[in-house]
């Protein structure tokens, strides 16, 4: 994985969130650059707790790690000249989802070392982190691989809860969605029988479900991807083919 970037070219959406606050650290707005990147991670805060969860760890150190994660990672080091933040270059096409996921591994193995040195002092260990304790380049960059998949699999599972709130009636056409996705064969005659409606209501609730549901996710993923509508449409794609797996 690369640290995050957005590609430029013509669209329907000319910037994004994400761009916008790349300028402003550059342009050196410093009110403007704080107030916007802490809102915006602030809207991703729960895919981050949501990874710390899946690894394992009760609340409280999930919480933990969120807040440590996004204070020493993201928010704290923001106006280093010298810093991601400063010397990213948009043309190369990265992404929000890629630089949260890079910065993620960095904090990760940091917090593995820190461990493992206090577990010699007889402290307890809170962070599964067994397969960053390898030797190689090579076996480094699978478990690289590895974190990176699983933060993309709880980063698309977040994108999707939130554009489906937003949907209206979306919960009662979601169990579909997912199975149409992953491939099941669930027919729609099924589906409305458990919705207990109609088949020619649930086609119709369920059309309107789509059109509502993909608007949201372009608004979502639009914050962070593009500005070319293809690579949105292209990382909705990608999103949704991780939702839609099931669950290990």
Not at 23 to 41: N, W
Not at 90 to 98: D, H, P
């Amino acid at each position: 994985m690369n640290d995050p970037d957005q590609a430029s070219g013509p669209s329907c959406f000319p910037t994004t969130q994400w761009t916008l606050i790349i300028d402003a650290i550059q342009k050196g707005d410093e009110r403007t650059a704080q107030a916007a990147l802490d809102s915006f991670c602030r809207g991703y805060r729960r895919a981050i707790y949501n990874f710390f969860r899946r690894r394992g760890c009760n609340h409280a150190d999930a919480e933990d790690y969120t807040q440590s994660f996004f204070k020493s990672r993201i928010l704290e080091h923001w106006d280093d000249r010298d810093g991601i933040l400063h010397t990213v270059q948009r043309s190369e096409q990265r992404k929000f989802r890629t630089f949260l996921a890079t910065r993620l591994w960095w904090f990760v193995k940091d917090q593995w070392k820190t461990e493992r040195t206090q577990k010699a002092g007889g402290a307890a260990i809170h962070l599964p982190l067994d397969e960053i304790d390898q030797s190689g380049e090579g076996a480094d960059q699978t478990a690289f691989k590895r974190l990176g998949s699983e933060f993309d699999r709880v980063f698309a599972v977040e994108t999707i809860t939130k554009a489906v709130e937003r949907a209206t009636r979306s919960k009662a056409f979601l169990s579909y969605f997912v199975s149409e996705q992953s491939g099941k064969q669930v027919t729609q005659a099924d589906a409305a029988g458990e919705l207990d409606m109609t088949v020619g209501a649930f086609k119709k609730g369920y059309h309107d479900f789509r059109k509502r549901l993909q608007a949201e996710l372009l608004k979502e993923v639009g914050k962070y991807a593009g500005p070319d509508k293809r690579e949105i449409e292209a990382e909705i794609k990608y999103l949704i083919g991780l939702f839609a797996e099931p669950r290990p």
